[in-house]
């Protein structure tokens, strides 16, 4: 029986400014503190009575009977007939789930001791190639975390286009390099090609055993040791860990090479904070659960079809293109997880950047466009660089401002020069920036997205949309596949 969303459907819309006129202590009502972050979702439109009605349909799709499955190690992806498994990767799993997660833990641990060692002689540069999750978590984690102090240079390449590949090459000393595999199958077209023109490029240079300097990430062992990974340097993970999920398991290899395992550590620790808060408190005061409650809000009630997130800290500038993955390839689906047809709009298009640019490309569109586009704004209180005060200020001020701006608006009879106000936005606000705070951050967007799919009905774990472009791109390169005269004329255009 599909849920019932009458009550939200009918949810009163006042402005923005009349509900904080109305509630004096609307700020702490949709206010929460945890793992260093602050969540601020005041000046978006949820309301007791909004919170209410998103509490009931929770009820109603035994949302906390789903946590407590996916803690459990149960199959929720039934589609695909698996456990999903990634929270193991952070302790907070099953006893049997957690154990394993800690057995690979170490293992890569000590892959990571002996590399240290210079067991596979001196390396100074790591050349991870991967596409996905095998390549946007890592990178995300670099980035953020590894400016100051990366202890190897890392580059983490995942498109198939030659160039990126090329522009590495030109960096590093292949005789210094060790390549880093990252593909959950070991069968993805695009990572293998990869993999193997860094291999020719070892060869030429003169490194005598090329494989002797590869490690393999992935979730089946044997088809890397078949391709020639020597499987003391095969790094398993559980096939119950989807790839967007996977950047706590051995996928994030490169990082904690990079960062040192404390901070890797520092990381799994941050994100089982997230996880125990998720699991253990009230829905009204639940982080994941109130952020996805305000999706949906904005998706069910508003029809709006975007959600932006722009990242006030350079560190964070990934940020976005992760979440791009996370939420529109956990729940861009048209269907439930009965089978049934979706019969309302699922995950908003996820887009965003980082500020200040933003705000001179396009805040335009945001304060005065005719499109409704929830706004998160993500900050760090504590700055990332040693210049003048004033830079990080005026980055912070910026941040606040654009919220406040968006919020109350400034009307004029020039219509050119009128804001109408009433556009939502939250904040996220870290402490610091660190190991720590990022785990406890990504796990937030991950649980988000749990609920989001639970409230909706459906499954947020497989991804059978990726498959067709590929299956038919395939096809065509094994000369098998008919297309229609447009995508025939460009290939005969491009090859002859």
Known sequence: MPAD???????????????FAEDPNRLATFSVDVAGLHFDWSKTHLTAQAVAAFEALAKAQDLAGKREALFAGDVINTTEGRAVTHVAERGEGSVDDVAKARVLHARMRALIDAIEGEALGPIRHVLHV???GSALGPDLLIDALGRDDSRYDVAIVSNIDGAALEEVFKKFDPTATLLVIASKTFTT????????SVLQWMGEAGVDDVYGRVVALTADPDKAVEWGVDETRVLPFADSVGGRYSLWSSIGFPAALALGWDNFQDMLDGAGEMDRHFRQTSLSQNAPALAAFADLYYTQVRHAETRATFAYD????LLPSYLQQLEMESNGKGVTIDGVKLDRPSAAITWGGVGTDAQHAVFQLLHQGTHLVPVEFVAVI???????EEHHRQLLLNAFAQGAALMKGRPNDDLARSYSGDRPSSTILLEVLDARTLGALIAFYEQRVFVNGVLLGINPFDQFGVEL????????DAGGQEFDVSTADLIKRAFG
């Open 5 to 19: 969303w009458t009550a939200i459907e009918a949810l009163p819309a006042p402005r923005l400014e009349t509900l």
């Open 130 to 132: 991967g596409i996905g």
């Open 189 to 196: 077209k695009e990572t293998l090609t990869n993999a193997e």
């Open 314 to 317: 350079e560190r964070l500038r």
């Open 382 to 388: 504590e700055p990332g660089d040693t210049l003048a």
């Open 469 to 476: 472009g590929k299956e038919m791109a395939k096809a065509a």
